[in-house]
């Protein structure tokens, strides 16, 4: 038998990433735009095109932060 992994995201796990950009990016980023570079915006295109490919990627880019 095969079986699958399947990876699942809680409410919580939501609820609190909406806290910490809330907190941490919102202010920049209102709306999924870059009031300090405006071409570097939440847009799928545009992050995958500065290197924020992956969850382990955005998740350093919120921990860390960059140019703020």
Known sequence: AM?????SVSAADI?????????NCAACHAGGNNVIMPE???????????????VSAITTQVTNGKNA
């Open 40 to 54: 570097k915006t939440l847009k799928k295109e545009a992050l995958e095109q500065y290197g924020m490919k992956s």
């Open 15 to 23: 609820e609190h990433g909406e806290q910490i950009f809330t907190a």
């Open 3 to 7: 079986f699958l992994l399947v990876s």
